[in-house]
């Protein structure tokens, strides 16, 4: 009597990858205002670099990078709302700059309009 080989079980794999990935999203939104190294949220996640960037774009729709700098841009955004500011005076604010990471003042105004842009379409 021969046995067949056992396969892996495919959904048990993809939730403990999910699972993973969702780690690595806590941790980055914990962590949103610190530089992001993709070696050390692969560490953290127990998965390659390659891995972990499928993953998360899978959950995420974008890539860490662009995560964090949602993160980062949700507060000016609030800002912005909050204060009665346009993306662009409100992209010229040096501490803002930096803290998003030091982009060019018509990046980040095209950001922080695309941003208000995408949220208001979701109302």
Request: glycine share 6%; aromatic share 6%; proline share 5%.
């Amino acid at each position: 009597m021969k046995l067949e080989p056992i396969e892996k079980p495919k959904g048990l794999m993809m939730r403990i990858a999910y699972f993973r990935t969702a780690k690595a999203i806590a941790w980055v939104k914990a962590n949103y205002t610190k530089p992001l190294r993709m070696e050390e949220l692969a560490q953290i996640a127990g998965m390659g670099l390659s891995t972990l960037h499928h993953h998360f774009r899978a959950l995420t729709a974008m890539s860490p990078l662009q995560y964090q700098k949602q993160l980062r841009l949700q507060p000016a955004r609030g800002r912005m709302l909050a204060d009665g500011l346009d993306a662009a005076s409100l992209a010229s604010a040096p501490m803002l700059r930096w803290y998003v990471g030091r982009l060019s003042v018509c990046l980040l105004c095209r950001m922080l309009m695309c941003l208000s842009v995408d949220s208001l379409s979701g109302i």
